[in-house]
C-alpha cells in the first residue's frame, strides 16, 4: 500500500505543477465538541445552519469522517499525522485518572514535543505564513495550556491570537474574537500562501451564546435547561454566522477562489455527561444534545463519539456539490494539505501484514510487554500514518484500507474505559481490553468484543461478535497485528486494583502510575 500511496502523492504533485497552480491558502476550523448532527447538510432540524450548509454545497461533504473521541489526542493527530497509539498522546491534558480501577492506564504524553515535525511547522518550510486563533490543549507547562498556545513560534506558527476579554466560558466563548483574529490574518494574506488554524472553543460546555440568540431560541420554545436548550441552539447559530463572515472576508479580498477550507469537530457532540460517584452504574448528569442516529457521544468509541461533521471547500481545484462516503481519518489532513501546499510529503506508514500475526491477541505477555511506552518512539515522527485525499477531493477512489484507534484510558464522564477500534469496510470492531458497560450502564469485567454493521445498523445496537465470530476474531488479530507493530502499550492489570475505590477520580498524577 505505501508505493501505491508514495504513487498517489507523486502524481498529484506532478499535475499541479504541470499546470502552473499557485500553492492554496489554508483555513483549517476546528470546532469543540460539535456533533454529526448539528448541521442542516446532516440533517439537523433543530437550528438553520445556513453558512456552513453553503459550505457543503460548494464543496465535498464527508458523511464518515473520523476522529479520536476527545479534545487533545484529535488535535496530536491531526498536528502530527499520526495515530495517538504512536504519538503517545490519547488522553486528555492535564491528566486525571482513575487510579484504583481494576485496569491500569499506560503512561501517555502530556506535551507536544517542540522538536516534532508538526502541519504548521512543514508548510511554514514550504513558505507559508502561519497563524491560530483558540483552544491549544497540546501542552500544560510554559509552551501553553488548554485555552492558549504561548510559545507559538516553537509550534511552527509566526502568529497567534491574542486571549480574549474574560474566560472562555464567557459571553460567546470568544467566538467573534476568534473570528475577528482570523478575518485579520486572513486581509494581511498578500504576497504568499497562508495557513490559518482556528480552534473555537464552542460548543465545549459551559456552554454559552450571545443574550439576544438566547431570548430568539427561547421564544421560539427551545427549553431554558435540558435537551436542546435555547442556549446550546443559540451557540450552534451563532458559530454558523461566524463561519458566513469568514467566508464574506475571502470574497472581499479576492481570495475565494483559492482557498481551501476544512471544517471539522474535535470529536462527537456532549450527548451525555455521567455522575461516577457510584459503585457499579452510572447515573446521568447531565444531557444537552442528542447524537442520533449515532449511538452516545463525546468520549466514546461509538459512532457518536468519533464520527463527526467535515466540509471541504477549494473552488479553484475541488468540483462543488460531492459528497464522499469513503471513511477518513483526522491523521489524513496533514499529508492531504502538505500535498496540496506542494510540499515534499513525509513518508507514509507500511500497513502491518495480519497473516505475521503469531499471539493471541488477549495474550497476558503481550499486554505486560507494551505497558511502558517506547523509547524508539522519538525517532518515528518524521513520518504519518494518514494518506492523501486529494483524489477524493477529485471525484476519484481511494484502495480500501483499515482505520483504527486507540483508546487505552478511562473517561466515566462519558462511560469510557479501555478499548481499541478497527473500523473495515462496512465492518466495526471495538475490542473492551478489559472492561465495559452494558446497556443499562453496569460496569463489567472483562475482555469483551462488539462487532457492528454499519451500513445495515448505523445506531450500532446489535453486537454481531457472536453470529459473526470468525469475522470478530479476524478483525481483532489484525487489530492487534497494527498495535504490536508501532508498538504500542495496552492496559494491564492495576497492582493498585481496589473494588471500593474503582469509581473515584483523581486530578493528581500519582508517581507510582506513570
Given at each position: 500500500?505505501?508505493?501505491?500511496?508514495?504513487?498517489?502523492?507523486?502524481s498529484?504533485?506532478?499535475?499541479v505543477?504541470?499546470?502552473?497552480?499557485?500553492?492554496?491558502?489554508?483555513?483549517?476550523?476546528?470546532?469543540?465538541?460539535?456533533?454529526?448532527?448539528?448541521l442542516?447538510c446532516?440533517g439537523?432540524?433543530?437550528?438553520?445552519?445556513p453558512?456552513?450548509?453553503?459550505?457543503?454545497?460548494?464543496?465535498?461533504?464527508?458523511?464518515?469522517?473520523?476522529?479520536?473521541?476527545?479534545?487533545?489526542?484529535t488535535?496530536?493527530?491531526l498536528?502530527?499525522?499520526?495515530?495517538?497509539?504512536?504519538?503517545?498522546?490519547w488522553?486528555?491534558?492535564?491528566w486525571?485518572?482513575?487510579?484504583?480501577?481494576?485496569?491500569?492506564?499506560?503512561?501517555?504524553?502530556?506535551?507536544?514535543?517542540?522538536?516534532?515535525?508538526?502541519?504548521?511547522?512543514?508548510?511554514?518550510?514550504?513558505?507559508?505564513?502561519?497563524?491560530?486563533?483558540?483552544?491549544w490543549?497540546l501542552?500544560?507547562?510554559?509552551?501553553?495550556?488548554y485555552?492558549?498556545?504561548?510559545a507559538?513560534?516553537?509550534?511552527?506558527?509566526?502568529?497567534?491570537?491574542?486571549?480574549?476579554?474574560?474566560?472562555?466560558?464567557?459571553?460567546?466563548?470568544?467566538?467573534?474574537h476568534?473570528?475577528?483574529?482570523?478575518?485579520?490574518f486572513i486581509?494581511?494574506?498578500?504576497?504568499k500562501?497562508?495557513?490559518?488554524?482556528l480552534?473555537?472553543?464552542?460548543?465545549?460546555?459551559?456552554?454559552?451564546?450571545?443574550?439576544?440568540?438566547?431570548?430568539?431560541?427561547?421564544?421560539?420554545?427551545?427549553?431554558?435547561?435540558?435537551?436542546?436548550?435555547?442556549?446550546?441552539?443559540?451557540?450552534?447559530?451563532?458559530?454558523?454566522?461566524?463561519?458566513?463572515?469568514?467566508?464574506?472576508?475571502?470574497?472581499?479580498?479576492k481570495?475565494?477562489?483559492?482557498?481551501?477550507?476544512?471544517?471539522?469537530?474535535?470529536?462527537?457532540?456532549?450527548?451525555?455527561?455521567?455522575n461516577?460517584?457510584?459503585?457499579?452504574q452510572l447515573?446521568?448528569?447531565?444531557?444537552e444534545?442528542?447524537?442520533?442516529p449515532?449511538?452516545?457521544g463525546k468520549?466514546?468509541?461509538?459512532?457518536?463519539?468519533?464520527?463527526?461533521?467535515c466540509?471541504v471547500r477549494?473552488?479553484?481545484s475541488v468540483?462543488?456539490?460531492?459528497?464522499c462516503?469513503?471513511?477518513?481519518?483526522?491523521?489524513?489532513?496533514?499529508?492531504?494539505?502538505?500535498?496540496?501546499?506542494?510540499s515534499?510529503?513525509?513518508?507514509?506508514r507500511?500497513?502491518?501484514?495480519?497473516?505475521?500475526?503469531?499471539?493471541?491477541?488477549?495474550?497476558?505477555e503481550?499486554?505486560?510487554?507494551k505497558?511502558?511506552?517506547?523509547?524508539?518512539?522519538?525517532?518515528?515522527?518524521?513520518?504519518?500514518?494518514?494518506?492523501?485525499?486529494?483524489p477524493?477531493?477529485?471525484g476519484e477512489?481511494?484502495?480500501?484500507?483499515?482505520?483504527?484507534?486507540?483508546m487505552?484510558?478511562?473517561?466515566?464522564?462519558?462511560?469510557?474505559?479501555?478499548c481499541?477500534?478497527?473500523?473495515?469496510?462496512?465492518?466495526?470492531?471495538?475490542?473492551?481490553?478489559?472492561?465495559?458497560?452494558?446497556?443499562?450502564?453496569?460496569?463489567?469485567p472483562?475482555?469483551?468484543?462488539?462487532?457492528?454493521?454499519?451500513?445495515?445498523?448505523?445506531?450500532?445496537s446489535?453486537?454481531?461478535?457472536?453470529?459473526?465470530?470468525?469475522?470478530?476474531?479476524?478483525?481483532?488479530?489484525?487489530l492487534?497485528?497494527?498495535?504490536?507493530?508501532?508498538p504500542?502499550?495496552?492496559?494491564?492489570?492495576?497492582?493498585?486494583?481496589?473494588?471500593?475505590?474503582?469509581?473515584?477520580?483523581t486530578?493528581?498524577?500519582?508517581?507510582?502510575?506513570?
Open positions: 500500500m505505501s508505493k501505491l500511496l508514495l504513487a498517489i502523492l507523486s498529484f504533485a506532478i499535475l505543477s504541470s499546470l502552473g497552480a499557485a500553492p492554496p491558502n489554508i483555513l483549517f476550523i476546528l470546532t469543540d465538541d460539535q456533533g454529526w448532527a448539528t442542516g446532516y439537523s432540524k433543530r437550528v438553520p445552519t453558512n456552513l450548509d453553503r459550505l457543503a454545497s460548494e464543496g465535498v461533504r464527508f458523511t464518515d469522517a473520523y476522529v479520536m473521541p476527545q479534545c487533545t489526542p488535535r496530536a493527530a498536528f502530527t499525522g499520526q495515530h495517538t497509539a504512536r504519538n503517545g498522546m488522553h486528555v491534558i492535564p486525571y485518572g482513575l487510579p484504583w480501577a481494576r485496569m491500569q492506564e499506560p503512561a501517555f504524553r502530556e506535551q507536544l514535543p517542540r522538536e516534532w515535525p508538526t502541519l504548521p511547522k512543514e508548510l511554514r518550510k514550504a513558505g507559508y505564513r502561519t497563524g491560530m486563533a483558540g483552544k490543549h501542552t500544560t507547562g510554559a509552551d501553553g495550556d485555552t492558549h498556545l504561548r507559538g513560534d516553537a509550534h511552527g506558527f509566526d502568529y497567534v491570537a491574542p486571549r480574549g476579554a474574560g474566560t472562555q466560558n464567557e459571553g460567546d466563548k470568544w467566538v467573534d476568534l473570528t475577528d483574529a482570523a478575518i485579520g486581509r494581511e494574506g498578500k504576497g500562501p497562508w495557513f490559518f488554524y480552534a473555537h472553543h464552542t460548543l465545549h460546555g459551559v456552554v454559552s451564546a450571545p443574550p439576544e440568540l438566547v431570548k430568539k431560541h427561547r421564544e421560539a420554545g427551545a427549553p431554558e435547561t435540558g435537551m436542546f436548550n435555547a442556549t446550546y441552539l443559540a451557540a450552534i447559530e451563532h458559530l454558523d454566522t461566524s463561519i458566513g463572515r469568514l467566508m464574506a472576508a475571502l470574497d472581499e479580498t481570495q475565494r477562489e483559492n482557498t481551501l477550507i476544512v471544517f471539522l469537530s474535535d470529536n462527537g457532540g456532549l450527548d451525555t455527561n455521567y461516577t460517584n457510584t459503585t457499579g447515573t446521568i448528569k447531565t444531557q444534545f442528542d447524537n442520533a449515532l449511538r452516545a468520549g466514546s468509541p461509538y459512532e457518536g463519539g468519533i464520527r463527526v461533521p466540509l477549494w473552488p479553484a468540483k462543488a456539490g460531492q459528497v462516503s469513503t471513511p477518513v481519518h483526522v491523521t489524513d489532513w496533514m499529508p492531504t494539505l502538505l500535498a496540496a501546499a506542494q515534499s510529503p513525509l513518508a507514509p507500511e500497513e502491518p501484514d495480519a497473516s505475521q500475526a503469531n499471539k493471541s491477541p488477549s495474550s497476558s503481550t499486554s505486560r510487554a505497558n511502558a511506552l517506547s523509547s524508539s518512539r522519538r525517532s518515528e515522527m518524521a513520518t504519518m500514518d494518514g494518506i492523501n485525499l486529494m477524493l477531493l477529485h477512489t481511494l484502495p480500501e484500507r483499515p482505520l483504527y484507534f486507540h487505552p484510558l478511562y473517561d466515566l464522564r462519558w462511560a469510557a474505559t479501555p481499541a477500534v478497527i473500523r473495515e469496510g462496512d465492518w466495526k470492531l471495538i475490542e473492551h481490553f478489559g472492561d465495559s458497560f452494558d446497556e443499562k450502564l453496569h460496569y463489567q472483562g475482555r469483551k468484543l462488539e462487532l457492528f454493521n454499519l451500513r445495515e445498523d448505523l445506531s450500532e446489535q453486537n454481531l461478535a457472536t453470529t459473526e465470530k470468525a469475522r470478530a476474531e479476524a478483525m481483532s488479530a489484525k492487534h497485528t497494527w498495535l504490536e507493530s508501532i504500542t502499550p495496552i492496559p494491564g492489570e492495576n497492582p493498585h486494583f481496589d473494588p471500593k475505590r474503582q469509581f473515584e477520580e486530578k493528581t498524577k500519582q508517581a507510582w502510575n506513570r
